[in-house]
């Protein structure tokens, strides 16, 4: 390594330490991981096999136990720093992890497009399970060195639980792409429909550039994503993967429904509590 | 002996924690699952205050608030009421700190206890998915159903031989 690229590196360290990025930043993994927990639990009592529906539902506590530790340590650092993100109206600090959740508008999330779309059917689900575990995979690695000890630590935990998604999402990706005739054209309809969506996995923005090398993040994720998918007998498509959107607050209509159902309870009783 | 002049020790913490069961795998003590990561005294001039540190063993465990309730729940019970849970996170727990006699109880219960290394047959590769020895008939000629089972800590196998499934505790 030589001088010119330390002084870079601690450049990015100084602003990956800057608290408005940083809650901006733990928002949008926090956010990623509520919606995609909020839309795999619709599974639950409805999968293909007992076995099967156990499994998803324990996928999706996984996501929401991360978007938990991501809110509880964003509302820590909002009310640290008093600084108030884009909000619904009418709350005041000190700020919870619910508030975070249930009491923001769709705009003001900054999930991926990805985790908002409707399950469809069982392959498209898994194969949206494949695509998000490896993302996850990939940015917890990297926030192992995160120079936000709490975010580190959550990565920590976050990464043993998403092996196990990777694992099994990508056995899925396997047996039905590989599978019968039907399943493989299914498959290959649902990688057709989600493969633009994944592109958003690598976008720059302020807020992210100096804490993910989204480089090597996507470097990664096509080496990985593309040999299990190569063995699915899948082709992989050629079309750009031109979806945006999500990182600024602009989603597909699909979010909006999503939240109607998630926030329901905190919007008519706030602040209730079990 | 008026119970709330008494004065804990650190050592007697960690005894009267052995009473606080894991309330999904119930066998199981906390201490015996390891997620006890610091127990502190203090003396407040108000009374002793007890500090006790508990990990997750998975982001999501639901368990987690009632373990925290069980905790107060057992010291309360003698005559401590200053208690403060502490959570941490890093580093993340690991089914290495499950102690051996809790290993022993899980088998009794039934759910096959994490083991580190198993070298596929067939294969020749270390992985969870074969192998795991079965609780009820010993036999290591066993096979995986599903990754997740029951809770999130555990997976899903079945014995070839005996032909009951079982729970598996994962390696984490």
Redo the contacts between chains.
């Keep these: 390594m030589n001088d010119q690229t330390m002084d870079v590196m601690d450049t990015n360290k100084a602003s990956a330490t800057n608290p408005q990025l940083l809650i901006t930043y733990t928002l949008h993994v926090a956010d990623n991981a509520v919606i995609m927990s909020q839309r795999l639990s619709e599974w639950t009592g409805h999968g293909p096999a007992l076995?099967?529906d156990?499994?998803l539902?324990?996928?999706a506590?996984?996501?929401?136990?991360?978007a938990?530790?991501f809110y509880q340590h964003a509302a820590m650092l909002i009310n640290e720093h008093r600084l108030m993100p884009a909000f619904a109206p009418g709350r005041t600090y000190p700020l919870q992890e619910d508030d975070l959740a249930y009491h923001r508008l769709e705009h003001q999330f900054s999930n991926h497009l990805l985790v908002e779309l409707p399950n469809d059917h069982w392959g498209q689900t898994v194969l949206k399970v494949f695509f998000f575990a490896h993302h996850q995979m990939g940015i917890y690695q990297q926030l192992l060195k995160d120079p936000d000890?709490?975010v580190?630590?959550?990565a920590?935990?976050?990464l043993?639980?998403v092996k196990?998604h990777v694992?099994?999402s990508s056995?899925w990706v396997l047996r039905l792409g590989d599978g019968t005739e039907e399943s493989h054209e299914k498959m290959q309809k649902a990688l057709q429909y989600l493969w633009p969506f994944t592109g958003e996995f690598f976008e720059k923005t302020s807020w992210n550039e100096d804490r993910i090398n989204l480089e090597a993040l996507q470097q990664v994720w096509d080496i990985e994503v593309q040999s299990v998918l190569e063995q699915s007998t899948l082709l992989v498509p050629s079309i750009t993967r031109f979806q945006t959107g999500g990182l600024k607050g602009i989603h597909t209509e699909n979010l909006g429904f999503l939240l109607a159902e998630m926030q329901y309870l905190q919007r008519v009783y706030p602040d209730s509590n079990w | 002996m008026d119970i709330h002049t008494t004065e804990y020790t650190v050592a007697e913490i960690w005894q009267l924690l052995e009473k606080v069961a894991d309330p999904e795998v119930p066998v199981l003590s906390i201490l015996d699952l390891g997620i006890v990561r610091h127990v502190h005294v203090e003396d407040t001039g108000r009374g002793q205050q007890v500090e006790v540190t508990i990990t997750p063993t998975y982001s999501g465990c639901p368990a987690m608030d009632m373990i925290a309730a069980n905790i107060r729940i057992e010291l309360m019970m003698v005559g401590i009421s200053l208690v403060k849970i502490g959570y941490q996170l890093s580093p993340a727990w690991t089914t290495d700190w499950m102690t051996d006699s809790g290993k022993e109880k899980l088998k009794a219960y039934g759910i096959a206890p994490p083991v580190a290394l198993v070298r596929d047959q067939e294969t020749g590769k270390i992985s969870e998915d074969r192998g795991i020895p079965c609780p009820q008939c010993g036999s290591v000629n066993t096979e995986l159903i599903s990754h997740f089972g029951s809770t999130a800590c555990k997976a899903l196998h079945r014995c070839l031989d005996c032909k009951e499934p079982f729970d598996y505790f994962k390696c984490h």
């Design positions: 076995e099967q156990i499994a539902t324990n996928i506590l996984d996501y929401l136990g991360q938990r530790n000890p709490q580190a630590a959550i920590e935990k976050s043993k639980e196990y694992k099994w056995d």
